[in-house]
């Protein structure tokens, strides 16, 4: 998949022919831009004084690409020496350093194997060693 960000859109949407040349090489079926990136499209298109025009751009070329939906929640949960790593139900992977999270870098390695899926799927609780991180953003940005 060749997962466009909204840059690259906004400038294939403009016609920018290094972006356009580019698509050509590639089969149509694997461009695809992600749900955040569309929204942001459809909002910035709906701004100006053409809004009606850039409207009916936008739309026109998200109807020749995929559509990324991101989703959260937890498959997934694993340990290296010194990483975390949690699978997502859309296929990605995240992994950040234990460091980050005190209690399970603490933890054994089977303390660490007894977790649950909880919060609808978007978190991962521990309850041996009262741990709680969450999918959205928490792990992604260790907020």
């Known amino acids: 998949m060749y997962l466009l960000d909204t840059n690259h859109c906004s400038r294939a949407i ?12 590639i089969e149509n079926s694997l461009v695809a831009t992600s749900v955040i ?9 709906s701004r ?5 025009t850039n409207l009916i751009l936008v739309q026109n070329f998200l109807k ?3 559509v990324f939906r ?6 997934n949960v694993y340990f290296s020496e010194d990483t975390l790593s949690v699978d997502l139900m859309d296929s990605r ?22 977790w649950s899926v ?10 041996e060693i009262d741990e709680d991180l969450s999918t959205e953003r928490r792990i992604v940005c260790r907020i």
């Open 14 to 25: 403009l016609g920018d022919v290094n972006v356009l040349n580019r698509l050509q090489k």
């Open 37 to 45: 990136s569309q929204g942001e499209l459809i909002d910035m298109a």
């Open 48 to 52: 100006p004084q053409r809004s009606k």
């Open 64 to 66: 020749g690409i995929y």
């Open 70 to 75: 991101a989703d959260e929640r937890v498959q």
């Open 93 to 114: 992977t995240i992994t950040v350093p234990l460091v980050w999270y005190p209690r399970l870098l603490a933890a054994t390695l089977e303390q660490r194997e007894k």
């Open 118 to 127: 909880c919060g609808g799927g978007y978190s991962i609780h521990w309850s």
